[in-house]
């Protein structure tokens, strides 16, 4: 008798500190608070996949060239204006009105606009397409195209923008057969630190992450579990630090495939852990705040965040779109035929 009391008493503790515990951590459990601020569906009256935000203001480019400026607490549309290229589908921004843009299409380019110098391509590469842009500082940056002679086209600039060049002595894999990057959102290129920069590839029978740990002058490639092939692949990463990162993609054609869609890594692309579950298929752009804290996602199906780095997927809104921005305060969204979002958030610990 005094032992099944022992027993009985033992097993009510078990309970009570389970009780606890799970209040404890469902306490704990972090939320995302937002607010929407600006939503327009057509704010540069075309397809509109580049966006930058910084402080206050974000930036955004588009099919035919086109640009808006915005204040984000402003509930004006913002300034915009078109120039003389194809599709801007990437843009880094030193000051409001001093950005530099990507062109994708038949001419790869790479173009300043300031007050002071007005519009000037600062890249022409003569036929390259473009996938995706992405700096470390103000001063160095890099850009990733398709491949041309057997490599992945990579040029670099340590002014700022203003001039640039493909190493001299540039070492990468072999190229496998059909492999190239993807423009859909301007996110497959990503720097870390000082140094470290990766980017990530499809259209193969291997989706790969390339790594550089010196700026781009000599690369590895890593293969990840994605799902490869023609229109698959990875369309998107994202890194908060030289280890951790997610990367996300599937198929712009068979959108709903939901598989392999998306990987979580915490040793710089080594190993990998399966994110994709929450999420209801093709992903064109994923992006972090600076911390890791918070990852968003969004493609045809809808739009999605994480507070846990993909263990759990919340739906943020059922509108898709194209490409995303993240700062410490906002999330701009655009989308085709000039969709626009922005949104104030916070995390709620």
Known sequence: ????????????????????????????????????????????????????????????????????????????????????????????????????????????????????????VRLDTNGVFLNSMDFWNDSIGIVMGDPI???????????????????????????????????????????INDSIVYFGTGGSKTARLFKSTDQGESWIALNTPMKSGENFGVFSIDFWNENEGIIIGGSYIDTTYSNKICYYTKDGGETWINRSNGLPGYCSSIVSNLNGKLQVTTGRLGTYYTLDKGEKWQLFTNEPYFSIGVSETYIVFTGRLGKFAAYNYSIKE
């Open 149 to 191: 002679q057997g490599k992945f086209f990579i040029s670099k600039t340590t002014n700022g923008g203003k001039d640039w060049f493909t190493p001299e002595n540039l070492e990468m894999p072999k190229l496998l057969n059909n492999e190239v990057g993807f423009a859909a959102s301007g996110t497959t290129i990503k720097c």
């Open 1 to 120: 008798m005094r032992i099944q009391m022992i027993k009985l008493s033992f097993s009510k503790l078990i309970l009570i500190v389970s009780f606890i515990l799970n209040v404890v951590f469902a306490q704990a459990q972090s939320s995302l608070v937002k607010k929407e601020l600006f939503k327009m569906d057509n704010i540069l009256k075309g397809d509109t996949r580049a966006v930058f935000v910084k402080d206050d203001y974000t930036i955004t480019g588009g099919v035919e060239a086109r640009i808006n400026f915005k204040i984000l607490n402003d509930s004006l549309p913002g300034n915009g204006l078109g120039l003389s290229d194809e599709d801007y589908r990437d843009l880094y921004c030193f000051d409001f009105l001093d950005c530099i843009f990507m062109n994708s299409g038949k001419a790869g380019k790479i173009v300043s606009m300031d007050l002071e110098h007005g519009q000037k």
